[in-house]
């Protein structure tokens, strides 16, 4: 798994600064795969390269899978990108 992202990336927009908050908060404490995923598209959002925000790059830089693997057969950013729904809702 990729660490999280350098929190100077994220401190000097709010919305990175929101993110950090959320991240550090109790609801996502023992979630490291969760808060590399939120932090992951919030700096490519933030860095203007939505390109980057795909189910495939997204399995390669924050899930370690090989590039070119079958997000058809490995599921790994659907389901987490479920998880971190939910874990958003919980937090707000």
Known sequence: MKAPVEDAR?????????VLRVTTSVTFQKSPRLTAFLQYVTEKALEAHPEEVTEQQIGVHV???????????DNIVRSQARHLRTRLEQYF
């Open 10 to 18: 994220l401190t000097g927009d709010w919305r990175g600064q929101l």
């Open 63 to 73: 899930f370690r899978r090989p590039p070119g693997y079958d997000s058809g057969s």
